[in-house]
């Protein structure tokens, strides 16, 4: 079955990335909170790509980014989706935005697809299968020392000089190749699994910012952890994705609060 799911993840997060594209020039904004903007297009990317997978596959449970929580149904799929990653990125027009859709069977995720409507690029996997980018396999870096990585972060919308958030995203400028901040934990992902950066980190995502990417970074060899190197759970805000070298073990090393 899982064959089928990514399939209908590939197919309704291509119709989600035409609706942005199709919304880009003439979208209304209206703020959600002071530097998290939500968009008429956010909601049409959800609604369609919820119709479409009703259709298909009645009576799946689903949680989406906005406001879309049908929890109440007996089947062992979740569809976990975020119609639009990286908000802000698109209401301003800089082009890095996605739309990212998870399946979970029985609590485990087992298929997703995140799709980069700016670039044409679709990432999809299914568990054991390995990840694909356009219908190619890709792998993580074999970087194994993190004064030679790149790296990404997530920071809380309106964190101050003294949130640990930021704290943590300085002591890494002092150790990292680079540090970037990028407003899309979803394409960030995306790039720990396709090799384009080796490790990123967040203590502030929701469950739809991530579950497909977890899947990707796991399918093209990495690994995936909080920060402080304790087991994932996708309904915690706290991760770490690397290329699960070496370098896994000094990036946790590097983040850790310094007594």
Not at 15 to 37: D, V
Not at 104 to 124: N, Q, S
Not at 197 to 225: H, I, N, Q, R, Y
Request: proline share 5%.
């Amino acid at each position: 079955m899982f064959p089928e799911l990514v399939s209908l993840c590939e197919e309704s997060a291509r119709l989600g990335g035409r609706i942005l594209q199709q919304w880009r020039s003439r979208f209304t904004a209206r703020e959600k909170s002071p530097a998290n903007l939500v968009t008429e297009a956010d909601l049409a990317s959800q609604q369609a790509i919820f119709e479409l997978i009703e259709r298909r596959i009645p009576g799946c449970r689903f949680l989406g980014e906005e406001g879309l929580f049908i929890n109440d149904r007996p089947s062992s799929i979740r569809w976990v989706i975020d119609p639009l990653d990286g908000t802000s990125n698109y209401v301003h027009g800089f082009p890095y935005y996605a739309v990212s859709i998870g399946v979970e069977k029985e609590g485990k995720l087992v298929a997703g697809a995140i799709y980069d409507p700016t670039r044409d690029e679709m990432f999809t996997a299914h568990r054991g299968s390995g990840a694909l980018l356009n219908g190619k396999r890709i792998r993580v870096s074999p970087t194994t020392e993190v004064s030679q990585a790149m790296c990404m972060a997530s920071l809380p919308v309106k964190a101050d000089r003294y949130d640990e958030a930021v704290e943590r995203f300085l002591r890494a400028l002092d150790v990292a190749q680079s540090v970037q901040r990028t407003g899309s934990a979803a394409l960030n992902l995306c790039c720990v699994a396709s090799g384009r950066v080796e490790a990123f980190w967040s203590t502030s995502l929701k469950p739809w910012d991530m579950a497909a990417g977890v899947l990707l970074v796991e399918e093209a060899g990495g690994k995936v952890t909080c920060v402080d190197d304790s087991p994932f759970v996708l309904d915690e805000p706290d991760i770490l994705a690397t290329n699960g070298t070496a370098l896994h073990a000094q990036t946790v090393e590097m983040l850790k609060r310094k007594s």
